[in-house]
C-alpha cells in the first residue's frame, strides 16, 4: 500500500477563483498589446478581428470565433477595426483551481482558436457573465448567476476536451500534496523547504527533487511564482494599495514586490494593472 495521501474526487475541489466578464467596443485600429494573465481568457471577436500570437502560434481572431488563452501564457494582440472603424468583442476572465493549488483549465487539452460549434454556444454564455456584475449591496442573486455561468463555460469546454489525468493523479504530486495545500492557505507566511518536506513526511534532499521533477522548478521558486501570480490577479480584480497586496502575497513590502514583479511580468505591478484595465475597460 502508498503512503502517498490519497487524492480526493476532482469535482469536489473545484473552486471558482477568479470571474470578470466585459465588452470591448473602440476605435482602437493597430493596436498592440502584450501581456501574460494570471487567469484564462475566452475572447469572442463580434466586429474587426484581432491577431493573436500565444504558445509559438500565430492566427487571426474573426467575427463569430473564439480564443481560449490559458493562464500564464505570454499572448500579443493586435486590434484590427471593422467596417465601422470599431473593434467589437466580448470576454470572460476566469480561473478555477483544483485542490486549490491546480489550475484545472491547464489538464484541458484545449485549441488556442475553439471550435466553430463551441464558439457558438459560447456566445450567450459569455452575454450573460457580463449581466452577473450588476450587484447591489446585499445582493446574492448576481453571485450565483456568476457561479452558474461559470459552471456553464467550464461545463461547455470540458464537453469538447480531454482532461489530462496524469499530470493531475501522478505519484510524485501525490508525495508533495500536503506541502501544495499548505502553501495555498499561508502563503503570505514565511516558511522554507525543511518545513514543507516534513509535511510530506520526507527528508529534504528527497522533497526537492520529487518536487523540481514535478514542476521543473524548486519548491521555493514556485512559491515565489505562486506568490506573484496570486499578487497579479489582485491588482487586476481590486484596488488595493501596493503595499497591502505585498502584505497579503508574503512580499515584505511593496518594493520587493515591485523588484520580483517586474522580473516575473517584465512591468511594474502599477503599470501592469493600468495597462490590464485600459485594454478592456
Request: charged share 20%; hydrophobic share 45%; glycine share 6%.
Amino acid at each position: 500500500m502508498s503512503d502517498s495521501p490519497e487524492l480526493p474526487d476532482l469535482a469536489s475541489t473545484l473552486q471558482l477563483d477568479y470571474f470578470q466578464a466585459g465588452i470591448m467596443d473602440r476605435a482602437c485600429e493597430g493596436m498592440r498589446h502584450r501581456k501574460s494573465p494570471p487567469f484564462a481568457i475566452l475572447l469572442q471577436a463580434l466586429e474587426g478581428h484581432y491577431e493573436i500570437q500565444c504558445a509559438g502560434r500565430a492566427f487571426k481572431l474573426y467575427p463569430g470565433q473564439t480564443a481560449f488563452i490559458p493562464a500564464n501564457t505570454p499572448v500579443e494582440f493586435v486590434h484590427r477595426a471593422g467596417p465601422s472603424g470599431y473593434l467589437r468583442a466580448q470576454w470572460l476572465h476566469f480561473y478555477y483551481s483544483c485542490l486549490g493549488v491546480i489550475d484545472f483549465l491547464s489538464l484541458l487539452k484545449l485549441p488556442l482558436l475553439l471550435p466553430e460549434s463551441l464558439s457558438e454556444n459560447l456566445g450567450p454564455l459569455l452575454t450573460a457573465a457580463r449581466d452577473t456584475d450588476e450587484a447591489g449591496p446585499g445582493n446574492l442573486a448576481p453571485d450565483i448567476r456568476r457561479y452558474q455561468v461559470a459552471a456553464s463555460v467550464l461545463d461547455a469546454l470540458v464537453a469538447v476536451s480531454e482532461v489530462r489525468k496524469d499530470s493531475l493523479f501522478s505519484t510524485r504530486l501525490q508525495r508533495v500534496l500536503p506541502a501544495l495545500l499548505h502553501i495555498d492557505k499561508n502563503l503570505a507566511a514565511p516558511f522554507g523547504v525543511k518545513h514543507l518536506a516534513r509535511l510530506c513526511g520526507l527528508s529534504e534532499s528527497r522533497f526537492h527533487a520529487v518536487f523540481s521533477e514535478e514542476f521543473a522548478c524548486s519548491p521555493m521558486h514556485y512559491v515565489r511564482r505562486k506568490r506573484l501570480e496570486r499578487a497579479a490577479r489582485l491588482l487586476v480584480s481590486g484596488n488595493e494599495k501596493l503595499a497591502a497586496v505585498a502584505e497579503d502575497t508574503g512580499f515584505a513590502d511593496a518594493f520587493h514586490l515591485s523588484h520580483a514583479f517586474k522580473r516575473h511580468y517584465g512591468l511594474s505591478p502599477l503599470l501592469y494593472r493600468r495597462q490590464a484595465r485600459a485594454l478592456w475597460e
